[in-house]
């Protein structure tokens, strides 16, 4: 499985403003955290629907809700409505990790 894969899928269903947060060594929770946006919880479960269409998870959760997560072990990709996303703050809870921002805006 491959991060630049699963990024290029967020960005086919128009998923944006996208970090790769590096865990290794940090944290056993996982390699990479994949965190990106979209619209609403709709756009959130089609993302997520692509993802899973190339990589089978090994557990989903949050479908319908504002925070939806697909674990793939190493990788876990957050998928967030705008809203979720600043009250969370992943980012911010992981601002020793190395972050890598794929620059995207929401398309109009």
Known sequence: MELD???ELILEKKGFNIVIIELKGISSIADYFIIAEGYTTDH???????IESEFEPLREDGRGTKW?????FD??????TKEAREFYDLEGFWIKAPQKK??????Q
């Not at 959130?44 to 692509?50: F, G, K, N, P």
């Open 5 to 7: 894969r699963i990024v």
């Open 44 to 50: 959130l479960t089609a993302i997520a629907e692509h």
């Open 68 to 72: 939806l997560s697909i674990d793939y």
């Open 75 to 80: 990788i876990i990709v957050h998928l967030f």
């Open 102 to 107: 794929i620059i995207t805006s929401p398309s």
